[in-house]
């Protein structure tokens, strides 16, 4: 027994000794400064109420991207620039909407027209026809050239007897922190795309021989109701183009952002609304809308740009190192992007204030180099921070020297949640590192590693090329139900205490990459997926799918 003492003794000092350090002043800053002198909010409300939606390619963050390189200027940061990537094709804003029932019972409706669509020319007034309710036959006998049609059968809702924000309990974090792999994420995905699926009744295939018919028949405009939203919140995404006839089989059609593109008007509805015109038409009378839709192509210039700023290394052996964190700035076009992204701009902005801040306190700089980024194109595939990373990192055929040389990148783009955690994205060698990082957070909620990886933002990027990105663990609060994507993704629907305890966790995990000895342990090098040409217009090759 006596023997082994020393022993215990030794492992327990190499244990010690091997455990990642802790910067106590620095945390405290963070934490005090993070949480009791935020400015996190005040970030989000330029970003949305002021600049919002932020749709790529919009005048809208063109102005954005300009008062976030100017604020990361005032904050004391080096070389804010922006960096242009594409082309991305057409940039498009809405000017006006409206959408209503005429005839002896009028009633507005809530819709909103789907991303790049076009103006309809005035104000027009047209039958309604429910092409959903109907057999590809007699819509193949139809004139639909004077009609709005529309495309989805009746949804049936639901009463949200259930709370509609959610946090993560502890039951929820363990089955987290077991998942090794998305095998749990990929299940419930596919059993709630299964379900949305079940509800159109009609399935991908026949809905596609149905938007082919419709597509000969130019009618003046589609109308849908999505597949998830009630009360007036409305999902709504990019407008489809059309396929041209004599495209080949597989090949990928033009997108509605291309110029010369082929797109019909097409609007989502409240889903209130558009059940209760179909209960209408399926009684056999007859449903008259007015439309009235103006909005703008911008074609001054097809390139889209990320908003790029530096914190100098002081280290002269680690400064040519850089640590980045950051998240997209872009959005959808009919809420003003407050969870969806503007939560994770408005925290990686706040994350570099607070480490720019501390350093000017103590006249210091980090020993790395920390870049914060705010990447466009994300909603339309991952665009901007794929473009970013091919350009600074190389590709897999040809990596650069500069990809041996970033330590980690940190994302956030889960919604306005709190982090409850970091995902690892398969990293086993950098949980130890974390799991020290994390500690003085566990009082704040931010407890939970998992192997696992998650998908559609973009820290797989950075990911897809052996290079270390992470993505928090982030509650959901209302994300999916009510505001990703949606007419109700604003500033009131973002939570003040989740954000600014976020940009603490990330200053601190930020600002611990760019002073530790070693570079973060990295993954063996992933396979490549289908290296994309030069052309940046096309959407994101396979595997990587659309931004979330
Ligand atoms: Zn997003």
Redesign the pocket.
Known sequence: MRRCLPVLGLAFVTALRAQEPLDEAANTFFLEQGLQHSQVMDHLSWMCDVYGPRLTGSPNLRRAQAWATKTFSDFGLQHARTEAWGPFGRGWRLDRVVVEVIGDNPWPVIAYPKAWSPSLPGRIEAEVVHAAALDADTLKAMDLSGKIVFTDPIREISEPFDATAKRFDAEDLLTKADQRTSAGQGRDRRAGAAARENDFRMGAPRREAMQRILAEKSPLALVDRGSKGDYGTVFVQGANAVRPADLPQGERGPSARTAGARVIPQFTIAVEHYNRIARILAKGLPVKLALELQTTYFDDDANDYNVVADLPGGDPALRDQIVMLGG?FDSWHTGTGAT??GAGSAVAMEAVRLIAAYCQKNGVAPRRTIRVALWSG??QGLLGSRAYVEQQFGKHSALKPEHALLSGYYNL?NGTGKVRGVYLQGNEAVAPIFRQWLRPFHEHGATTLTLDNTGG?DHLAFDGLGLPGFQFIQDPVSYDPKTHHSNMDVWDHAVAADLQQAATVMASFVWHTAQRDELLPRKPMPAPRGERGPAFGGQAPGGLGR??
């Open positions: 997209h969806d992204n994300e909603e783009d933002t931004g979330r």
